[in-house]
């Protein structure tokens, strides 16, 4: 039996405030545990929350940002459930009505684009951690967490690989931190997801019994996960069995999920709206000023390379998977608008490949659009060879001579002969030199041409520019 995998994805984004969502306790990152709690995160009694105003402007920002709807009023709910690290016995979230309803995000697959359907996207507070590695026999509990704004945003069970999941979260990824609503960084644990994975038969419309796979904060694990679990489920059903729906967590040692615990319900949170928060309304004209704030989105940008740049698809949804790339793109092409394919090349390739060699993000690196321009510049106007380039590029990565590209050019001996007698002469040397290759081409033989211009290259060390060679030893062996 044939077996299609059906997969929804529930993303938790930290929303980037630099106070909780129902306090003002510090949002920030790696402060002793305990520290950054506050009455109100300890839930102490007698507290109220109130609503951060910030974390319901991101709200909006990404709901506009997916073409949702933004539902005025939308309101906050109470979700029980009892863990040590969940100190009022309840989480403050939203149910019946989220403040982003719907919504779509178009992915990259393979042969195309496809629709990912949003379901949602709520307000809610984070619990705080459970520490285990450094007691024996106890846990501790740390709750600098509780009560930290998030942004939980839900899927439609629209994708069938687990490669199209990691291609709907890193999509996600990217929109959250293009508009500036989240740091993404996974580490941290300001992205993560959870995976609703089941299995059905080809052709059944029916969805499978899901289980759900808690907290995976990589790409990698995401789709190691998926795999394994999808596995699972196809192993048990097809010796008979019945799949149970449970909560399960993924172990990146052994490469496999384990149970956690039996999945809940809705009911088993018994939701009620919390009666400490009135229901959140939210007017149109701030909605409209949040909407005028909004940068280019990048389906947009992405759009508007291949039309108005005429890039390929390919490279417009790269340069187009961090806004911070994109600007250092532009601001490239615009010192250089006639080549807009080699800056694209250049950002894609040599940038790119040298800060991730470096782990450092674009907006450390150490040469600048117009640093680059200029080096592009000399390559155009056949100054040097894409190779030579390639060698002054990682002199300017060092630094060396102020990163002055027709300075590195001439220290280095790398400027290209493009004098067409000079050239004109060292060809004729060549070809005296070698009458059986002009032979041979003159037989149609197309190697012996590639043979030629081998040594003509390396008469002058490569540095004969390789447009002109081609014509002059065109033109002479057609005489």
């Known amino acids: 039996m044939q077996w299609e995998i059906v997969i929804g994805l529930e993303v938790h984004a930290q929303l980037s405030t630099q106070s909780k969502i129902f306090s003002g306790a510090s949002t920030g990152y790696g402060a002793l545990p305990n520290t950054q709690a506050c009455v109100i995160d300890l839930a102490l009694p007698g507290v109220l929350p109130v609503l951060n105003r910030g974390a319901v402007e991101r709200a909006i920002k990404f709901g506009l940002s997916v073409g949702a709807t933004i539902n005025s009023p939308s309101i906050f ?20 009505l989220p403040i982003v309803q719907g919504g779509i995000v178009l992915i990259q697959i393979e042969g195309g684009e496809k629709i990912i359907r949003l379901t949602r996207a709520h307000l809610e507070e984070d619990a ?14 740390d709750l600098n967490r509780a009560g930290t704004p998030l942004l939980e945003i839900v899927s439609e069970p629209d994708m069938r690989s687990s490669a199209e999941a990691v291609a709907y979260a890193k999509t996600l990824h990217s929109l959250v931190r293009w508009i500036g609503i989240c740091d993404g960084n996974m580490q941290e644990g300001s ?10 038969p080809c052709g059944q419309e029916k969805l499978g019994t899901r289980c759900e796979i808690k907290n995976l904060n990589s ?8 795999d394994y679990e999808a596995r699972r489920q196809i192993d048990i059903l097809e010796d008979g069995g019945v799949i149970r729906q449970e909560t399960r967590l993924y172990d990146a040692n052994k490469d496999e999920t384990r149970t956690m615990r039996s999945k ?13 928060l009135l229901p959140l309304e939210i007017s149109p004209l701030w909605i409209d ?23 390929p698809a390919y490279d417009a949804t790269v340069l187009t998977n961090s806004r911070e790339v994109g600007d ?22 040599e940038v790119m490949g040298q800060l991730n060699k470096e782990g450092i993000e674009i907006s450390s690196c150490p040469i600048m659009p117009a640093q680059l321009a200029a080096l592009l510049t000399r390559i155009s106007d056949g100054t040097i060879s894409g190779k030579a380039a390639k060698t002054v590029f990682e ?9 002055d590209v027709d300075a590195l050019i001439q220290a280095k001996g790398l400027k290209q002969i493009s004098d067409d007698v000079a050239l004109e002469g060292l060809i004729d040397q060549i070809l005296s030199a070698h009458p059986q290759q002009v032979s041979d081409y003159r037989k149609g033989k197309e190697k012996a041409f590639n043979s030629l211009v081998g040594q003509i290259m390396k008469a002058t060390q490569g540095k004969a520019n390789p447009t002109q060679v081609h014509s002059i030893l065109k033109n002479k062996l057609e005489q």
């Open 264 to 276: 809940e319900d809705a009911n088993d949170y018994r939701y009620f709206p919390d009666p400490d």
């Open 289 to 311: 000023q949040i909407r005028s704030s909004l940068p280019e989105l990048p389906q947009i940008r992405k759009e508007r390379y291949v039309s108005e740049l005429s890039l």
């Open 128 to 141: 705080g951690k459970s520490l285990h590695e450094d007691f024996h026999g106890m846990s501790g509990i």
């Open 77 to 96: 709910a109470r979700k029980n459930y009892f863990y040590p690290d969940l100190p009022k016995g309840y989480q403050i979230s939203q149910y019946e």
């Open 328 to 349: 250092y793109f532009e601001s490239t092409v615009k010192l250089l608008p006639a080549q807009t394919k080699l800056c694209a090349n250049w950002v894609m390739g």
């Open 191 to 200: 992205f993560r997801c959870d995976a609703n994975v089941s299995v059905r």
């Open 219 to 226: 790409f990698r694990f995401l789709e190691k996960a998926i």
């Open 395 to 403: 002199s300017m990565w060092q630094g060396e001579l102020g990163k």
